[in-house]
Every structure is written in C-alpha cells, then in structure tokens.
C-alpha cells in the first residue's frame, strides 16, 4: 500500500481540509520556547548561571531573536492561516497596518439544536430547546411521483456548536479565520490576534483583530459586514459577528445616545397608556408596524396619539410604575458615566416618561414629544405639541448635543431598536441595533421608504450600517467598546 502524502498545505480555499477536525488539529498553541522564554533565560544569566550556561542561553537569545524578525515565533501557519497566540508580555502586530476587529457573541440564551454540548459558555432555560425535529405529513418517502417536490429544498445552514461546544470554542475560531481567508481577492495572507472577554475556558465573547482587510474595490467594509460567508458562519455556530475598524475611536467614544422604547425599558409606552385607555389593540397593532418600517412614523405617532384623546392624563403616572429596565441598562450606564461619558435619551414616546427614565438612570439628556393636554391639565385632547421626535429630529438633535459637547461624530455610539432608529444609528460612529425589529436587522435601506428623508439621505448613506446585538443584557454593548468582563467589574465596583 502507498505511503499517505503529505496533507497540503491550505494556502487558499481550493485546498481547503476535508473536515473541521483536520482543520482543527493544526491550531496548534504558543511553543515552550518564545519570546517570554527568552526574556526569562537573559534575565536567568544574572542569577548565578555558569559562564558556559550564559553563552548557550545568549546565543539561544540570539537565534531566536533573530528568527522572530521573519514571522512571530507563536503563530500558527500550517494551514494558511496566520494567528497570533496573545503572550503575556506582548502582542505582536504590526503598528502601520490598517486593521479590522471582530467580535464574536454566542447566543446561549437561543440555541439552534435540540441536544446541548456538555460544554456551555451560560446556562441554557431547556425550555427554550427546539422540538426534535420530526416528519411531518407529507414528508415521509413516497413512491407516488406526483407527491415528490419538484426541486429539493435550498440548504440552510447546519449547527455545529452542540458538536463542538456551546461557546465561541476553537474551532469555531479556526472557522472563522478561514471565512476571513476566502474572502481575500486578490489573495493575501490573513494575520489575526484574539482576546477571551469573559471566560479564559468556555468564552461567550471572543474579540479578534485581523489584518489586512479584504481589498476595498473587491469588498467593503458595509458589505463585508453582510456578506453571505458571515451569515452563514453565524447560523452555523450559533454566534453573531460585530466588525468595527480597529482605531482610537473605537473604544474612546465619549457620547452615548439611547432610544427609549425596547431599548432602555422593556415596553412601548403609548401602548401602556392604550391599555389604560382601553385601546390597546388597536394602538399596538399600528405601532408594530410604524417601528418596522411599513408606516411613516410621524403620521402613525399621530394617528395613535388621536386614540388617547379624553383619557386623564394622570394615566402617565400609572405608567411610571409599571415601566421595567432592560436587564443590563443601568449597569451600562453606570459604567459609561465613570468612562466619562456623556449619555442622552432620544425618544419617540413622550417627555414626562422620558424624564422619568432618564433621572433614574443619571443621564444627562432626554428628549421626546409633549402630549397636548386640556385647559386643567386633566385630560389628554389627543393632539402632539411642538416638533415631533421622529427619526430625522432624533439625527439633528444627536448632532446638536454632539456639538454642545464639543464631541466629533465617530466618538458617539448610538443605540436602538425601531426602523426610526435607522438614521441615528447610521451618523454615529457606532450604531448598534439592539434586539431590533427585523428591518434593522437586515440593516435595510428605510430612508428610501419615508417621506422627508431623501435631503439627508446622501450624507447618511456614507456611514456604515448599524451593528447587530440581540443579547439578553445591555451591559454587552461594553464587550463591543472592547472592554473585557474583568474591566466591566471593576468599573462596576463601589
């Protein structure tokens, strides 16, 4: 029997492994002797070492030293792919290259597969597990021609991580590097560094700096964001990929500004006063659609606003009481704020609630619509007073507090949920839908659909699209700034 060859080396996706496993066993860790080792053996020769030992381990020094300059001595480059094992004393990257972080989130709290690996990065409710999946009628074989599909079914994305582990796990990373790799036109070694930002072990979150980026006239940055190899690494491994361009603004931002509804509170408040006024059906049906792009926001603000007229505005103070934070929303505040940062509040909803949120959390602003009320102040007449907050004022007013504050536009994060978000999030440097309405998770083009929005939309377009969190705590928008968990607690600490 002929001997096996030697396995090739994957220097480009047609010589892609056969397996993740084989993939796998190339990543291979940081060896014994790096450049800690060495450090250690220079520093050894001052501790009563021999003059023999000292020459061996100056000339040891040497060479190592020496064959560093090529390529980093813990790397790993079997199978095409460039990845640098974070030292404890360095992390060698090259300072003049342009480079792009990613930064991964597994989603415990939704898993994709019926069978959980032992291996989890969170507990895991088992009440939401999918079914196991199982025929249903019409799907069991047939010899009846006339029963059989005319084309099979288009093939979607298979878990993987209760195979490999329920966390961002090492192979998930490996895979991730690959994607990364094949999307380099023209061909150009991937160089990658990363970062556990919770758990050394069984990570949730893992941050990974790559360079170079794809080339720009082959793929974008926007598009590289959305790119179909990325969608379908995340259906795979049951994560969600942000991609920021690694820069000083990336993690000095200075202003932080947060939508209301569904984003800092966990309701919509035009829909509490409509349970108190007895219309809520009708109410929340027209906002679910307002907040996912179908309605132009303004006129269904109104449309909604008319179906509270003679409800005692009193109702705002009962609303007050049943109004729940976002699991992780005071945290993050608190955090920002001894950052340094400035934080506002950008409504859609209404002052008096706005400011009641607002004060609790410490915030230094907060803007929304005024409800017109009656001559006592009894009653709601179901009329708006003043400009309305829509989503072209949520972008004048983010600008307006920016330059009060003396604070360039790529220093602000700008976090929300609905379709009016969509402006914001795009002029701010950082945008972040947070568990938002399907039309800003597909990131799509709302402006095109409202109108009043076409004199902006030039100037809009040229920001990058919104990233993607649909996590169960707001506090996670810190892994985003790069901050690691261990940083979180001790910001967080009396």
């Not at 940055?221 to 969600?240: A, G, M, Q, T």
């Not at 059906?281 to 603000?301: C, H, P, W, Y």
């Not at 330059?403 to 440097?429: C, F, H, S, T, W």
């Amino acid at each position: 029997m002929p001997a096996r060859p030697d396995r090739p080396l994957l220097a480009h996706s047609s010589l892609s492994g056969g397996s993740y496993i084989q993939d796998h066993q190339q990543y291979q860790g940081p060896s014994d002797q790096g450049i800690d080792g060495v450090v250690e053996g220079i520093f050894a020769m001052n501790n009563g070492a021999s003059p023999d030992k000292n020459y061996t381990s100056m000339l040891n020094a040497h060479h190592l030293l020496a064959g560093s300059q090529k390529r980093p001595l813990s790397s790993i480059t079997d199978s095409g792919i460039v990845h640098s094992m974070t030292h404890k004393n360095c992390q060698p990257t090259p300072d003049d290259a342009e480079k792009l972080v990613a930064t991964l989130f597994y989603k415990s709290q939704s898993p994709r597969h019926h069978v959980i690996h032992p291996d989890t990065a969170h507990p895991i409710d088992i009440r939401h597990l999918p079914p196991q999946p199982s025929p249903e009628a019409g799907e069991a074989p047939t010899i009846n021609l006339a029963k059989y599909p005319l084309e099979p079914p288009a093939p979607q994305p298979e878990p993987l991580d209760h195979l490999y582990g329920a966390y961002v796990s090492q192979i998930c990373l490996t895979h991730f590097l690959q994607v990364l790799q094949d999307l380099q036109h023209p061909y150009q070694p991937v160089s990658s560094a990363h970062r556990c930002m919770d758990n050394q072990g069984q990570p949730r979150v893992m941050e990974v700096t790559f360079w170079p980026p794809p080339h720009p006239d082959y793929l974008s940055f926007d598009d590289l964001c959305r790119h179909e190899s990325i969608w379908r690494f995340e259906k795979e491994w049951n994560v969600e990929v942000v991609l920021q361009r690694d820069s000083i603004w990336r993690k000095h931002k200075r202003l932080a500004v947060f939508d209301m509804d569904s984003t800092l509170i966990q309701q919509e408040v035009i829909d509490e006063i409509a349970r108190e006024a007895g219309v809520e059906k009708q109410v929340s049906e027209i906002t679910e659609r307002a907040m996912n792009g179908e309605l132009d926001f303004t006129s269904s603000l109104r449309e909604r606003v008319a179906l509270l007229k003679g409800v005692p505005s009193s109702v705002l103070d009962k609303v007050k009481s049943n109004i729940t934070l976002t699991p992780g929303a005071r945290d993050l505040c608190c955090a920002l704020k001894r950052l340094g940062f400035k934080t506002a509040l950008l409504s859609g909803g209404f002052v008096p609630l706005a400011q009641y949120v607002a004060a609790d959390l410490g915030m230094n602003y907060a803007y929304a619509n005024n409800l017109a009320v009656t001559e006592d102040g009894k009653t709601l007449t179901g009329e708006l007073e003043g400009e309305i907050v829509n989503a072209e004022q949520k972008v004048v007013l983010m600008e307006k507090i920016a330059q009060r504050e003396d604070i360039p536009l790529k220093q602000i994060i700008a976090v929300g949920d609905g379709a009016n978000d969509l402006l914001m999030l795009r002029r701010a440097g950082l945008g972040v839908a947070f568990n938002a309405k399907p039309v800003l998770q597909l990131q799509a083009s709302y402006y095109n659909k409202c109108p009043g929005m076409q004199m902006r939309e030039t100037r809009l377009t040229k920001k990058q699209a919104p990233a993607r969190i649909n996590t169960l705590s707001l506090q996670d928008i810190l892994f985003v700034l790069g901050y690691t968990r261990a940083e979180q607690d001790m910001l967080l600490a009396d």
